[in-house]
């Protein structure tokens, strides 16, 4: 089982529209997570961390779930801009500072 | 300011040829980070330093794989000999000590392709 599972996709949706990624991870020690974006042929960057208690930047909204170590991204109000790969991220431990990645999801806004 | 640096941008090279990645990290961070990336495996941690020093090497995939971090401005990554499964895209990134949460700054990559 991968550490990091995320469904690849590509989510196709109308500008507009509201879309929710989910990724699951294995290890309950689990630490820090975050969601990081990655355009076609660039490197990742930080979109945003992920609290316990949820957290909301914008028209992005992340979720986390402890109990089922499970981490959600919502976006409202899809752009064009939006079309990329949002990649799911976890540290296991803080002492350590080793990110894993998920294979990440691609989304693909439409006009 | 700058972002991490990272040379050359694409690389081509024969089986068996060595290949050096250089990577500058920005300014003032103390962690540095090799990764690598491909569409089968996604993006895989190789080895990072902290203060110029490797502390996690678990991800080098053999011993045909060596990295270095000669001070704080500059890392290489190294492959003898290369193989055409080395193919991939290399990102370095680095990041800065004393935060809560560890974001990384991602180099732009260098894009091997080995025939």
């Known amino acids: 089982r991968k550490e990091v599972e995320q469904d690849p996709g590509p989510f196709n949706v109308p500008e507009g529209a509201t879309v929710a990624f989910n990724c699951t991870y294995s290890?309950?020690?689990?630490?820090?997570f975050f969601w990081y974006r990655q355009d076609c042929r660039k490197e990742p960057k930080l979109l945003m961390s992920v609290y316990s208690s949820g957290n909301e930047d914008g028209r992005f909204t992340a979720q986390l779930n402890r109990a089922s170590q499970y981490i959600s991204l919502l976006i409202r109000d899809s752009k064009l801009s939006d079309s990329a790969t949002y990649l799911c991220?976890?540290?296991?431990?803080?002492?350590?500072?080793?990110?894993?990645f998920g294979s990440g999801t691609r989304l693909q806004v439409q006009p | 300011d700058a972002g991490v640096i990272q040379s050359p941008r694409h690389e081509v090279t024969e089986m068996g040829q060595e290949v050096t990645l250089r990577c500058k990290p920005i300014s003032g961070h103390d962690y540095l980070f090799w990764y690598r990336q491909t569409m089968m495996r996604g993006l895989e941690l190789l080895i990072y330093f902290n203060n110029n020093v490797p502390i996690d090497d678990s991800g080098m995939p053999e011993d045909r794989f060596s990295a270095k971090m000669p001070n704080a401005s500059f890392s290489t990554l190294k492959i003898q000999p290369s193989e055409p499964r080395d193919s991939a895209v290399y990102f370095c990134a680095s990041s800065p000590s004393g935060t809560t949460y560890n974001e990384q700054f991602f180099g732009p990559g260098t894009r091997l392709t080995v025939l």
């Open positions: 290890n309950s020690a689990s630490q820090s």
């Open positions: 991220v976890v540290n296991v431990d803080t002492g350590r500072r080793a990110l894993t």
